[in-house]
């Protein structure tokens, strides 16, 4: 249990998916700038996350171990994630449909978010049981939410602010994630290894 | 000879349209690691664009992004291979954003909107430009980050130059996540400011 409190802990706060891996930087800057959105995506993401760990945890070890196929571990993630993207896709568009058009282009984007892929061979690198890497998704996940819609208050109300011409859109978006990355470090003390 | 410049500057993937932000942001702690990454990128990016333009007539148009991704990651696969095997140091240092060149927008965003519209030889150049293109944003950003985190450049290679004084106190925080985002946020400010000024005039 203790060990699941800390791989929760520290994928959530301290070695943040988008702050200190720069795992699904794009979805991050393109679906930032309103809260709503933020909130749908980082769901989305959050639910392909611990899917694709589950699966590709099961395949990995079930599948690709014992028959020695581990040299297709990339495609085999990928072809995981793209159709898990694309049931997640049919299900929000039949049960909400603002949703829906508020993601627009990042949804399919999801097959492409680094993020996903990243987590599920960062799973593997690390030797994690079924549990711990279910577990690993989850946080995996809600790291990126909470960030993600940390941004996208900031840009809210940022819209307000008089910014330098050339600084405004992406440039200061980046800046304004380099001052997050930043105060997230602090959170590196909350557990001595 | 446009199809290949428009990737060095004005349609730049990362200064530009800010696409494969993610390898560009984590490897580029120094010039060198940003050099071997935009170089895996080319290869990869040059091969699936001419694989692609290709069999372009023969692949379903609905299936055609999950076939996209199978060529993409059978080539990345071939780069990580060939890393681990003659260059571990590098392999090492990159870690796991090599195999996930697989899910670098660039790529991805290349075949799909313009190698699977294109002759082979179009695609060809277009996919080097873009690829050079992305090498020196990241070399660039590489080096930036090396000089001042660090106080050298190039690193790891026998060229290396101890460019900072040596009392200078080295600026960690270039070498960490922030420097990144922030170097990056100036890089694109100093982008839309040169071609601002190229307008006008």
Redesign the interface.
């Known amino acids: 249990m203790k060990e699941l409190i800390i791989i929760f802990i520290s994928t959530v706060l301290i070695n943040n998916f988008v ?8 979805p991050f ?1 393109g679906v930032s700038g309103r809260i709503e959105s933020a909130f749908g995506m980082g769901m989305a993401v959050t639910f392909v996350m611990t899917l694709a760990t589950a699966i590709s945890w099961l395949i990995y070890n079930l599948i690709l171990l014992r028959f020695g196929l581990f ?1 297709l ?3 085999v993630f ?2 995981v994630i ?1 159709s898990l993207v694309q049931i997640v896709e049919m299900f929000i568009k039949k049960f909400s449909p603002s949703l829906y058009q508020s993601l627009g282009i990042y949804l ?2 999801i ?4 993020a ?3 987590i599920t ?2 799973m593997v ?1 690390r030797n994690y049981n079924f549990i711990e890497a279910v577990v690993f998704g989850l946080s995996g996940g809600l790291g990126f939410a909470l960030v993600l819609l940390v941004m996208a208050g900031i840009r809210e109300e940022m819209a307000y602010s008089d910014i330098p ?3 405004r859109g ?6 304004t ?3 997050l ?2 105060i997230f ?1 602090g959170f590196s003390g909350l557990i001595s290894s | 000879m446009k199809t290949f410049i428009k990737g060095l500057w004005s349609e730049h993937p990362t200064l530009r349209q ?2 494969g ?3 560009t ?2 490897v580029t702690t120094s010039a060198i690691n940003g050099l071997s990454m935009g170089l895996a990128v080319i290869f990869v990016l040059v091969f699936s664009s001419v694989v692609v333009s290709l069999i372009k007539n023969l692949i379903p148009h609905q299936v055609r ?2 076939v996209y ?2 060529i993409i ?2 080539f ?2 071939i780069v ?2 060939f890393f681990k095997a003659y260059y571990p140091g590098i392999s090492k240092a990159l870690g ?1 954003y090599v ?2 060149i ?4 660039i790529i ?1 965003g290349r075949c799909e909107a313009f190698a699977s519209k294109n002759t082979v030889g179009k695609s060809f150049l277009d996919a080097l430009g873009m690829g050079l293109g992305f090498t020196w944003a990241l070399f660039l950003l590489g080096s930036i980050r090396e000089i001042f985190g660090a106080g050298t450049i190039l690193a790891g290679t026998s060229l290396m130059i101890k460019i900072m004084p040596q009392d200078y106190n080295n600026l960690v ?1 270039m070498i ?7 170097v ?3 890089m ?3 982008m ?2 040169i071609e ?1 000024v190229r307008k006008s005039r």
């Open positions: 702050l200190s891996y720069f795992l699904g930087i794009c800057l040299f571990e990339y495609v990928i072809l793209a399919p984007l097959t492409t978010n680094c996903i892929l990243g061979l960062f690198a011409r050339v600084f992406a440039p200061i978006t980046l800046i994630a380099g001052i990355a930043l470090m | 800010l696409l932000m993610c390898p942001l984590a992004i999950a991704t199978v990651a059978t990345v696969t990580d291979f796991p195999p996930l697989i899910v670098n927008c991805l925080v960490l996540p922030a420097g990144a985002f922030l990056l946020g100036f694109v400010a100093a839309n400011r601002e």
